[in-house]
Every structure is written in C-alpha cells, then in structure tokens.
Antibody, heavy 115, light 107 residues
Framework: QVQLKESGPGLVQPSQTLSLTCTVS????????VSWIRQPPGKGLEWMGV???????DYNSAIKSRLSISRDTSKSQVFLKMNSLQTEDTAMYFC?????????WGQGVMVTVSS | DIQMTQSPASLSASLEEIVTITCQAS??????LAWYQQKPGKSPQLLIH???SLADGIPSRFSGSRSGTQYSLKISRLQVEDTGIYYC?????????FGGGTKLELK
C-alpha cells in the first residue's frame, strides 16, 4: 500500500536551515507529485509547495525565497529545505501525494524552532 | 493569491442535524475545490473532490455543492464521528490555498 513518512530534526535553532525527508513507498515519484504542507500548533493548514512528477517545482509565494523542494527518485525520497527559520515556522510538517481523487498523507513531523 | 474565506469558524450541532459549511473563493476556481476533515493528532482526510464528488469510502451523508464562487459542504445527518475540523482547499492555481477551517462539535 501507499505510505509516506516524514523525518527530520524535531528542534531547529532560529536562523538555521530546516531539512526534512519524505520517504515514499507504494508509488513512483516519476508518476506522482508530492506536496509539503505545514500546520502551526492549533492553527490551520498551509500548502508550502510541490514537486511534480517531471521534477518541476512550484512554491507558495509567501515562503518561496526560503524554500527548496527536491527529490531522489532512486531512493523514493522527497526533500524539503527551508532557510532562515523563525519561531513562527514552528509547525507540524506533512508530505502528501495530493491527487485529485486520491490523497495520501504522511503522519507528519513536528518541528520546533527555538534556541 | 486566491483567498478562501471559510465560515463559520466554529459550529456546534446536535446528532442527526443538518450541517453546512461554506467557502467563498476570491475568484473563479471552477470545480478545483476539495473538502478535508481533520481529527486531533491526525492527518487530514479527503471527503469531497472536484467540488461535488464524494471521495472513496466516504459516507453518503457528506455532499458538496457549488454556486458560482461559493462552495458548500453539507452533512445531512450529523454523527458522533463527524466531529473535527473541516478545511476547503482550492487547487486551481498556485499557491494552493486552504480555508481557515471550521471546528465542528457536538452540542
């Protein structure tokens, strides 16, 4: 079955760079897009960006200057890198295959930005 | 960016009651609208896609409708398991944007 699993550090210092990995099983990254979505504690969902099946990317304009999404198709992994982290970047970070009719989400990884 | 204005922000309803949640898009998004339900500590679950189509495995008491740029999610007979937070999502154009969420509780 399809699974997505996020991994990365739970704590990041302010001004540092966040690096997260989404490991995908049960579907091919060359045929499927993967999005990153985040959710601050007690708040709503924010779509961050997507890497398409052809390797192209689109980013939320609000964070585009700080965000990079890439992948390693041989390892079925998608990567998120976001620099210049601030406390307001504290959130649960999800990766998801957001098809039109079928959606698969990871369980999420909590990232706290604090010194 | 397209804004999705969701209302109400919170809602308390009784068992078997009809519940309606709406999202107003700031511009035309066609049928590129989905509804999600999120339970505490869980990832969101797709309920409705393409504005009106029920996702696989979702009970038929959930339905979606569209009138111009206003989209609605209706729960025809509220059940205990329907409590949670509901979000709309437009994927007509980047950035995809979620509504602010509606917290649904049982009265």
């Amino acid at each position: 079955q399809v699974q997505l699993k996020e991994s990365g550090p739970g704590l990041v210092q302010p001004s540092q760079t966040l690096s997260l990995t989404c490991t995908v099983s049960g579907l091919s990254l060359t045929s499927n897009s993967v999005s990153w979505i985040r959710q601050p504690p007690g708040k709503g969902l924010e779509w961050m960006g997507v890497i398409w099946s052809n390797g192209g990317t689109d980013y939320n304009s609000a964070i585009k200057s700080r965000l990079s999404i890439s992948r390693d198709t041989s390892k079925s992994q998608v990567f998120l890198k976001m620099n210049s982290l601030q406390t307001e970047d504290t959130a649960m970070y999800f990766c998801a295959r957001m098809g039109i009719t079928t959606v698969y989400w990871g369980q999420g990884v909590m990232v706290t930005v604090s010194s | 960016d397209i804004q999705m204005t969701q209302s109400p922000a919170s809602l308390s309803a009784s068992l078997e009651e009809i519940v309606t949640i709406t999202c107003q898009a700031s511009q035309d998004i066609g049928n590129w609208l989905a509804w999600y339900q999120q339970k505490p500590g869980k990832s969101p679950q797709l309920l409705i896609h393409s504005a009106t189509s029920l996702a696989d495995g979702i009970p038929s008491r959930f339905s979606g409708s569209r009138s111009g740029t206003q989209y609605s999610l209706k729960i025809s007979r509220l059940q205990v398991e329907d409590t949670g937070i509901y979000y709309c999502l437009q994927r007509y154009s980047n950035p995809w944007t979620f509504g602010g969420g509606t917290k649904l509780e049982l009265k």
